[in-house]
């Protein structure tokens, strides 16, 4: 009889692990668990992804302890595939843990990248699938890896509504000595509006004049000559206008216009120290009528002004990705590169992890003891600064204020490339500076004196 009970014991440690209560001697054995790994959360119907909410958690992704028949460390990687046969697998994220979560804006973005919008005025549907999957990676012991299942998560993007969407570059531009020095670079640009015949232009100007004409070509050009408010062909009509952030209004039924001091920055402890520099300035990008900064921020708290002028400071007390007045509104942020973008038209806004475009050289920062002079991507692919003070020297331009990936333009042909020797001259002064990551014969740069 204790040979049997012997082997039993033998046997009952093989196939589990035994646990012996010694006042009543009885013993049980733990289930192995199953080889593998499962989502454990319910996942919802439908998804409903939108600007206003980018900062909120769009699911949190659960599961129990992926088991590989021995114990052992495990590593777990969220996935996301576009095709949704994970071919094309991207990293959402990694943790030890047994929980990921992920961002509306996040969703969004990988909602764009599968070809869906929320503009009515394109063929791209404005509803589509996302797909996930948590890969469980076995520890010192190797071993090949396990899968969930395939997790599919439907997503609807609203239709903007009429006026929220893209508008067109005007025809119109603002040129003069207050901008590009009579025409030695591009107008400053002029865009549609939601009412017929009203164009608008955000646009930095210098000390100087200026005027209006339409394709960058004179002849037909208006400027005021009676500064009544109204646009005329008259002699000595320039205008006069003192460096600042502008918006341009002009309506083109009446030929009335209007020139208002206008920016709105990102200010705080997160970037300039509650001031003490310039506000990070938002540039408006017409393709989605919101207003944009590409920006390194540091650890602490933001909010949004206008004219970097305390009084209708905007924040976010209740965390909902909607700007509000409210007391202790604050938004706290952490050290990194980031898109911030605005919408005026709701308040709404986001802050999402991103690369940032910037000029670094002796020419700036003598390469690199400040921060670098930041782009923002105004548009897929398309950056763009204003107000850029230059010195006497050289310049490249890099990603996130690091030596990876730096450009420059050794053949002198305004197409960025990363040859030998291929610092870009320029002299002091005042700038315009865009890069062009989408022309067809590689990043092309521009880089304005004004």
């Known amino acids: 009889m204790k040979n049997i009970k012997i082997l039993s014991l ?66 777990y990687e969220l996935q996301n595939s576009i095709l949704g046969d994970f071919t094309d697998a991207t990293v959402v994220s990694t943790t030890a843990g047994n929980e990921l979560s992920i961002t509306i804006g996040n969703m969004l973005k990988y909602a764009e990248a599968a070809g869906l919008d929320n503009d009515p005025n ?32 439907n997503v609807v993007l609203p239709e903007a509504v ?103 920055g990102i200010v705080g402890s997160g970037y300039n120290n509650w001031g003490e520099t310039p506000d990070a300035k938002l540039y408006y990008d017409h393709t989605t009528d919101t207003f944009k900064a590409s920006v390194k921020l540091l650890n602490g708290d933001i909010k949004l002004r206008m004219n970097n002028t305390w009084g209708g400071d905007l924040g976010d007390a209740n965390l909902d990705g909607v700007l509000d007045a409210d007391a202790d509104n604050n938004i706290a942020v952490t050290e990194g590169h980031y898109l911030v973008t605005l919408d005026l038209k709701d308040n709404s806004y986001a802050i999402e992890e991103a690369t940032v475009w910037g000029a670094v050289g002796s020419g700036y920062n003598n390469w690199g003891e400040t921060p670098d002079a930041a782009l923002t991507e105004i548009q897929p692919g398309v950056w763009f600064a204003e107000n850029i003070t230059l010195l006497d020297g050289d310049l490249k331009f890099r990603p996130d204020n690091a030596w990876n990936g730096d450009y420059g333009d050794a053949n002198a042909d305004n197409i960025l490339d990363q040859d030998p020797d291929n610092n870009i001259a320029v002299t002091a002064g005042n700038y315009v500076i865009s890069i062009d990551f989408n022309d067809v014969d590689g990043p092309k740069y521009f880089i304005g004196k004004r």
Do not use: H
């Open 162 to 264: 009429s006026g929220g969407g893209a508008y067109e570059v005007a025809s119109w531009g603002v040129v003069g000595s207050g901008y590009n020095n009579w025409g030695a670079f591009a107008d400053g640009k002029f865009y549609t509006t939601a009412t017929d015949g009203v164009i608008v232009s955000y646009v930095n100007l210098v000390d100087g004049e200026i005027k209006f004409r339409e394709n960058n070509t004179w002849g037909g050009d208006l400027g005021d000559a009676n500064l009544d408010g109204v646009l005329d062909a008259d002699a000595d009509n320039n205008i006069a206008v003192t460096a600042g952030d502008y918006k341009i209004t002009i309506n083109t039924n009446d030929n009335s216009y209007t020139i208002e001091e206008f920016s709105w």
């Open 10 to 75: 033998l046997i009952l440690a093989i196939i589990g692990f035994t646990s012996c209560d010694q006042e009543d001697d009885l013993m049980f054995v733990a289930k192995v668990p199953e080889e593998g790994i499962r989502f454990s959360n319910t996942f919802l119907e439908e998804y409903t992804l939108t600007t206003a909410t980018s900062k909120n958690i769009g699911e949190r992704f659960i599961w129990e302890d992926a088991y590989f028949g021995v114990p052992t460390n495990v590593e």
């Open 122 to 153: 394109t063929d791209n549907p404005n509803t589509g699938e996302l797909y996930f999957r948590l890969m469980a990676s076995p520890g010192t012991d190797g071993g090949l890896p396990v899968y969930t299942e395939i997790q599919t998560i």
